[in-house]
């Protein structure tokens, strides 16, 4: 199969939202009235983002599903995309569900996919998103306020519990697994509610690298400090299991009822520094509560409040004795 096969057969579907798609020397894309273009781009490596044996299918989806992530966290609507993939051959197979799992996800948010680049390589994925937003009501990182609340989507920390299971750093049952592998290999991009945190949210941030970590990023930006109450920070069943020893039996995201203090080592290391979460961590005026727990209530997402955006800098975590609770590291860096 030629390279040109290749891109025809796998790549390329109908774009009626773009002027030009896939097949000339360049896109053509007309942004709608109002409307900024928010460009970002993501890039997935093999044996540092996943396993070069992962499941081609939800490799597809989370290649896109990371950068819908960032698209979720400026309040973007995402509209088009490109992927850049370099593949140590053409095997059909792997390319039937790859694109299978990346066109699911795009169709299911109206993304078009609208030009890349084909090369042989080692694995390596990288998309370019495209989506729009009122100038005005874009979620930067440099909005949040003293006396702000800091919230959080959905619960934090599976996705680094599967992911130390699979490292043999804590053992999980059968069911208890496939709950946190969920989180790890098919997030669910927070599109609709950072959508909805237009001109609500004072800042916001998707959580790929560890909460501390990307709040961190608020706080450098916003030039303040934040306290953060870490028993009302959401863990799921499984996350609550794994850090009280009271493991639950038929593990079930939900959110309010779900809370608990993590106290062992990996618990907190996962909750406060796990990455690959994609769930967003956002500030709001305190007058917003009522309204941000009905959005939340609206798209049966939990939304938690965890924590007060203060003066200063650095984020104190305390626990419910106000005793300063605190993880190995913040958080992953390609380059410590
Ligand atoms: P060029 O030689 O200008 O780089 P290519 O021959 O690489 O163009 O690509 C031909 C067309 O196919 C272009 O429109 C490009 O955007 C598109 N394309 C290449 N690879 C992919 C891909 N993996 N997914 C989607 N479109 C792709
Ligand atoms: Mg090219």
Redesign the pocket.
């Known amino acids: 199969m030629s390279e040109?096969d290749l891109?025809r057969r796998y790549?390329?579907r109908a774009t009626p939202g773009a002027l030009l798609g896939?097949?000339?020397?360049a896109?053509l894309l007309q942004a709608s009235d109002g409307n900024v273009l928010a460009v970002s781009c993501d890039m997935l490596v093999s044996g540092t983002h996943f396993f070069a044996d992962a499941d081609p299918y939800l490799l597809g989806h989370k290649t896109l599903a990371v950068n819908l992530s960032d698209m979720a966290a400026m309040g973007a609507a995402p509209r088009w995309a490109?992927?850049?993939?370099a593949l140590p051959g053409a095997d059909e197979a792997w390319l039937e569900k790859f694109s299978a799992g990346f066109f699911a996800l795009a169709q299911q948010h109206g993304v078009e996919?609208i030009?890349?680049?084909?090369t042989r390589g080692p694995l390596n994925l990288c998309v370019t998103i495209i989506g729009e937003v009122p100038a005005a009501q874009a979620l930067r990182r440099s909005g949040a306020q003293i006396g702000d609340e800091i919230w959080v989507s959905g619960s934090l920390g599976d996705a680094a519990l599967a992911l130390a299971h699979l490292h043999g750093l804590t053992v999980l049952s059968v069911a208890e697994f496939d709950a946190c592998a969920a989180a790890l290999h098919q997030p669910q991009p927070r599109v609709a509610l950072g959508k909805a945190l237009r001109g609500i949210a004072s800042s916001a941030i998707d959580i790929s690298d560890g909460l501390l970590a990307d709040l961190g990023h608020i706080l450098d930006a916003s030039q303040a400090g934040a306290r953060l109450d870490f028993a009302a920070l959401p863990v799921s069943p499984v996350m609550r299991g794994q850090v009280t020893g009271a493991r639950a039996s038929c593990p079930q995201i939900s959110g309010q009822d779900a809370r608990a203090p993590a106290n062992n080592l990996l618990g907190k290391q996962c909750v406060l520094s796990g990455g690959d979460d994609y769930e967003l961590c956002f500030t709001a005026p305190a007058m917003r509560h009522a309204e941000i727990l009905k959005i939340g209530a609206g798209l049966e997402l939990p939304l938690t409040p965890i924590g007060e955006i203060v003066a200063g800098r650095g984020c104190i975590v305390h626990d419910a004795s106000g005793n300063p609770v605190k993880p190995e590291s913040s958080g992953y860096d390609h380059f410590p």
């Open positions: 040109f891109i790549f390329t896939v097949g000339d020397d896109a490109t992927l850049a993939i996919l030009g890349g680049d084909t």
